[in-house]
């Protein structure tokens, strides 16, 4: 986890103000490539791994932790977007698709991206 994701989470966390709860990172079927990332404050479950992160714990489900082992979890502001943000050395393939335009001749068309690049 870089510095500003934990600076966020732990921002999140004192909103929040229950110490039993932690961020819990996960993988789920969906998304452009087959597979999606999800993260929410959560209470630890059975058969989570716990990371300490500091002064506060992420939770990986047993099915997560598969496909995100060695990832770091990164907090992105940008001007396009801000928001958490998995890095994964195991993806062979990422796509942020939402949809695009174009001006003049195309007479502004919606359409989706090209994904798996």
Not at 2 to 14: G, N, S, W
Not at 64 to 77: F, Q
Not at 105 to 111: K, L, N, Q, S, V
């Amino acid at each position: 986890m870089t510095p500003i994701a934990a600076d966020k989470v732990r921002e999140l966390l004192a909103q929040e103000n229950d110490p039993a709860l932690g961020l819990r990172v996960f993988v789920a079927g969906g998304g452009c490539s087959g597979l999606q990332y999800g993260m929410t404050l959560d209470e630890e479950q059975e058969g989570d791994t716990v990371i300490n992160v500091g002064d506060f714990k992420v939770f990986v489900d047993e099915m997560s932790l598969t496909y995100i082992t060695g990832s770091e979890v990164d907090y992105v502001d940008s001007l396009m977007a801000a928001g958490f943000t998995v890095n994964n050395p195991n993806a062979v393939s990422s796509c942020g698709c939402g949809h695009s335009f174009r001006t003049a001749d195309g007479g502004g068309e919606a359409r989706g991206c090209a994904c798996g690049h």
